[in-house]
C-alpha cells in the first residue's frame, strides 16, 4: 500500500496519468453540467395609451362648447355687442365684480345682459384668458360646464382705481352651455352668493 501511493505522487508530480504509471484508478462520476445564471436586462413596460401631460382629450361637444366660448372673448375684447350678443341662449345668466363698489352684480335675461355688455364695451373691458378647463367630466349630469381663468384684466375703471396695468382676477369665470344649438347659459365672472371682498381688485 505504502508503495502504491508512492508512485500515486511520483505520477501527479511528473503530470503523468495514473494509468500511464500502470496503476488502476476507480472510475470518474459523470460530470454535473455547471449551469450559469445571466441576469438578462428586460426592456421596461411601455403603457401605450399614456400621455404626456401637454395633450388633452375634447368630445366633439366639448371642442364646440370651448370655440363658442372663445368667439365670445373675442367679440366681449372687440367691443362687437351684436356678435357677443348672438352667442348667448335667451335666459342667459351673467355674474360680475364691480370693483368701483367691491361687490357682486347680476343680469339675467337678455335684455339685462345687453346692458351688461354695452357698459363693459363702453369702459374697454378686456379679458385675456389664461387657461380652460373641464368643469364638469360626469356626462350623467346633463350640463356642459368649463371653468376659465384670467391671467389679465383691464379696464378703464381699473385705470382710474389705481391699476393701469389691470388686475390678475382672484376669480375665474364658470360658464355653462346650451346644446343644440350650443351657446351660453351662464357667464358667471363674479362671486354668486359668495365673498363679495373677493371682488376687491388688490386680492
Not at 508512485?7 to 470518474?28: E, F, H, K
Not at 363658442?68 to 373675442?74: L, W
Request: charged share 15%; hydrophobic share 35%.
Amino acid at each position: 500500500m505504502q508503495n502504491l501511493r508512492r508512485v500515486l505522487i511520483i505520477c501527479l508530480t511528473l503530470s503523468i496519468t495514473p494509468t500511464a504509471c500502470g496503476t488502476s484508478t476507480p472510475q470518474p462520476t459523470t460530470p454535473v453540467p455547471i449551469t450559469t445564471t445571466f441576469n438578462t436586462p428586460v426592456a421596461p413596460e411601455i403603457n401605450a395609451t399614456s400621455q404626456p401631460n401637454n395633450t388633452f382629450d375634447l368630445t366633439a361637444e366639448q371642442a364646440q362648447e370651448v370655440a363658442v366660448f372663445i368667439e365670445f372673448i373675442r367679440a366681449y375684447n372687440a367691443g362687437q355687442l351684436q356678435a357677443a350678443l348672438a352667442l348667448l341662449a335667451e335666459d342667459v345668466g351673467v355674474s360680475d365684480c364691480d370693483y368701483q363698489n367691491i361687490k357682486v352684480i347680476t343680469f339675467r335675461g337678455k335684455s339685462q345682459v345687453t346692458e351688461w355688455l354695452q357698459q363693459r364695451i363702453s369702459d374697454h373691458d378686456q379679458l385675456e384668458i389664461s387657461r380652460i378647463e373641464n368643469e364638469n367630466p360626469d356626462p350623467s349630469s346633463g350640463r356642459h360646464v368649463i371653468g376659465v381663468t384670467y391671467s389679465r384684466r383691464t379696464s378703464m375703471m381699473l385705470t382710474k382705481l389705481g391699476y393701469g396695468d389691470g388686475i390678475t382676477p382672484t376669480l375665474g369665470s364658470k360658464v355653462i352651455f346650451t346644446s343644440a344649438p350650443t351657446l351660453i347659459q351662464s357667464f358667471a365672472n363674479g362671486p354668486y352668493g359668495g365673498d363679495p371682498t373677493l371682488c376687491r381688485p388688490g386680492n
